[in-house]
């Protein structure tokens, strides 16, 4: 995959959409490309979270396990496809989190990996841009929040 490709990647990433292009062009530099494999995880509830996945390609489920006294499971929280991002929190916290749910490939996945604290460190060095970039996480998480909500009234 070309720098080219990466841009256009970023151009439709729900978290950069809107941002001017030289400002992408800054994002495209923190990016590294990964795949995986049907059935593997990007990071399991409970790892610690450092990193902001955006999905080039494929689909991954959001999955939380849960314990409500003696039943144990798990719920899925949400699917994300291309242009979606897992790992957000990564970004928004300067301090250390774990993940409080897991993102598990269901196809072939390819993503673009950028570490969290990098990207803040844009957002704080750049307002404009790093309340566009805020925006935009505040809206996907309000989103996983209603799923997570959503899949609580199914238990």
Not at 81 to 99: D, Q
Not at 139 to 150: D, M, V
Request: charge should be neutral; charged fraction near 25%; aromatic fraction near 8%.
């Amino acid at each position: 995959m070309g720098r080219s490709d990466i841009l256009s990647i970023l151009e439709s990433c729900e978290l950069f959409n809107r941002l001017e292009r030289n400002d992408i062009e800054k994002v495209a530099g923190l990016c590294q490309e990964r795949d995986y494999e049907a059935r593997e995880y990007l990071f399991r509830q409970g790892d610690f979270g450092e990193y902001l996945y955006i999905i080039a390609e494929g689909h991954i489920v959001l999955e939380r396990a849960i314990a409500l006294g003696a039943k144990e499971g798990s719920v899925s929280i949400g699917i994300l496809g291309n242009g979606r991002v897992a790992g957000c929190w990564s970004v928004l916290l300067g301090e250390p989190h774990h993940h409080m749910s897991s993102a598990i490939c269901k196809r072939s996945t390819h993503v673009l990996v950028m570490r969290g604290s990098e990207l803040r460190r844009m957002m704080l060095s750049n307002l404009h841009f790093g309340f566009s970039v805020l925006e935009r996480l505040c809206i996907s998480l309000r989103e996983r929040i209603q799923g997570a909500y959503g899949a609580m009234e199914k238990i």
